[in-house]
């Protein structure tokens, strides 16, 4: 059974920092790129940023490079977002994807609040 489950969401004050996690298992994680993205409820989901198999190319959204980190464990087969100064107007649930060609699975999202 494919499973993605992150974690690590939560409230935290403007300018604050949160490392979510997602947990792959029931799939050969590491063949398949990896991706993190984010969404308003009610608005289109965005990436944030995405890393290749062996972790050797990361590449993130204008509007959080410099910010996040997105990084990987084939060993563990997770993948972890640093996000460090975060706004209040960002959006508030982050989730993680898995593709290889035209496959693709995706985690049931953590909530990221961003309030003082």
């Known amino acids: 059974q494919v499973q993605l489950v992150e974690s690590g969401g939560g409230l935290v004050q403007p300018g604050g920092s949160l490392r979510l996690s997602c947990a792959a298992s029931?799939?050969?994680?590491?063949?398949?790129?990896m991706f993190w993205y984010r969404q308003t409820p009610g608005k289109e989901r965005e990436l944030v940023a995405s890393t290749s198999r062996l972790g050797s190319n990361t590449n993130y959204a204008d509007s959080v490079k410099g910010r996040f980190t997105m990084s990987r464990d084939n060993a563990k087969k997770t993948v972890t977002l640093e996000m460090n100064s975060l706004k209040p107007e960002e959006p508030t649930v982050y989730y993680c994807?898995?593709?290889?060609?035209?496959?693709?699975?995706w985690g049931q999202g953590t909530q990221v609040t961003v309030s003082s």
């Open positions: 994807k898995a593709q290889r060609t035209i496959e693709n699975y």
């Open positions: 029931g799939f050969f994680f590491s063949a398949y790129d």
